[in-house]
């Protein structure tokens, strides 16, 4: 694993980890969610980089990153994953985004089609039978309750860094951000996983996700709540992949 930072004319420098060779046969990109780092995706990184160039960005803010002055929209943040992409030579590949992150890479996919191979979006917000800050934390502390040990020190001690501010001041761009509009307008394949106990994305949301995009799929991985990459990494390795694995079940395709 190495870390670098790539800096374009309009944008700060972000953190980069990589995995893998660049001379792999595709390209995987991982965006994180709201608040925490690339520390979470670290096992499918690992799971993919066997045959695949792995970039896993943090986003301004968060991580290694640094912070801007105001915090970004989720289009800005689109615009700005593919300048960093570009800045790595990178023209094209998956991009799989997790939580707010799903937003990043679908908005990515819709502004910039010719970058998206296929978009994976794992626990995609923001599921609309929640759609305030209060119902997200309420279904987050349920979450909690699902999640691996290690995956939830993970996941809080990258919320302490990143620091309720800026956290706060985030959060709303989520909020805001029409996700089903965004994957409606998305040319490449999509598909959309949950955790079978994911309380965040709903099997509904997720379903409905699925029937917005043109060509769309759905997936549950039991076993696992929102933070799916971690609890099932290879599960979801095979899903990035292109595949759909024994370990996952098929809910619309």
Known sequence: MTTSAARTTSALPWAIEQHGSPRGTT???????????????????????ADAHVLVPELP????????????SI????????????????????LTGHSMGAQVVAEAARRHPDVAERVVLLGPVVDPSAPTAVAQALRLARDSVHEPLRANAIVFSDYLRAGVRRYA????????????????????????????????????????????????????????AHVVQYAQAAVVAEV??????????VVRS
């Not at 803010?61 to 970004?72: H, I, L, M, V």
């Open 75 to 94: 289009s800005e943040l689109a615009d700005g994953l593919v300048e960093q992409l570009a800045a790595h030579g990178v023209r094209r590949a998956v």
């Open 169 to 224: 001041r985030q959060l709303p761009h989520m909020l805001d951000f029409a996700t089903d509009a965004a994957v409606a307008e998305t040319r490449c394949p999509v598909v959309v996983v949950r955790g079978a106990r994911d309380p965040i994305a709903s099997d509904a949301w997720v379903r409905r996700l699925a029937d917005t995009a043109p060509d769309g799929r759905a997936l549950v991985v039991p076993d696992a």
């Open 240 to 249: 990035c992949r292109g595949g759909t694995s024994s370990g996952a079940h």
């Open 61 to 72: 803010g968060f991580g290694r990153s640094p912070r801007p002055d105001e915090a970004p």
């Open 27 to 49: 390209t995987q990109v991982l965006v994180h969610g709201i608040g925490v780092s690339a520390r979470y995706f670290r096992p499918l990184a690992r799971a993919l980089s």
